[in-house]
């Protein structure tokens, strides 16, 4: 199954519209990306709780890791920088932070909010190796952009 970016995009602006909670947000956000695709396996956000630190938010899949610093793993490189990071194969990854063992690949987009302060990480693992595209960081960090920094 391949993720229809352009319904995904109107099902979630349609669900998330007038609300300003961002714990709701996300909630809806991953539940609706964590359905559209069988490659994600764990989706969800990790947010930013305190300076340098996440902490696990709504998600569907397997439990998470509670606490990430910004220092380790994929999640904190994705907060430290505030870059999409698209990892292939996670066991290459310097500092990867295995929350399940059966995980592969990764994709981690920064969430910025309405003033550009790095407010989560959307983070979706697959397992199957190298899952994810450029395309799909895109449209995802599109619909990302759309709920939480209007």
């Known amino acids: 199954m391949t993720v229809d970016y352009s319904t995904l995009a109107k099902t979630i602006a349609a669900l998330t519209e007038g609300e300003t909670d961002q714990v709701a947000l996300m909630a809806t956000v991953t539940c609706e990306v964590h359905h559209s695709d069988d ?8 947010r930013v709780t305190e300076p340098e630190v ?4 709504p998600y569907q899949g397997g439990h998470g890791c509670l606490v990430i610093p910004f220092a380790r793993g994929v999640c904190g490189a994705a907060a430290r920088t505030g870059e999409v990071q698209i990892v292939p194969d996670v066991e290459a990854f310097p500092g990867h932070i295995a929350c399940a063992s059966s995980t592969r690949s990764e994709l981690v987009l920064p969430v910025f909010d309405s003033q550009g302060e790095v407010i989560a990480v959307f983070d979706i693992d697959s397992d199957l190796p190298d899952a994810f ?3 799909d960081a895109d449209e995802l960090a599109a619909i990302l952009r759309d709920v939480f920094a209007r």
Do not use: D, E, V
Not at 39 to 46: C, E, I, P, Q, V
């Open 133 to 135: 595209t450029q395309a």
């Open 39 to 46: 490659r994600f396996n764990w989706t969800g956000f990790y």
């Open 54 to 57: 996440l902490k696990i938010g």
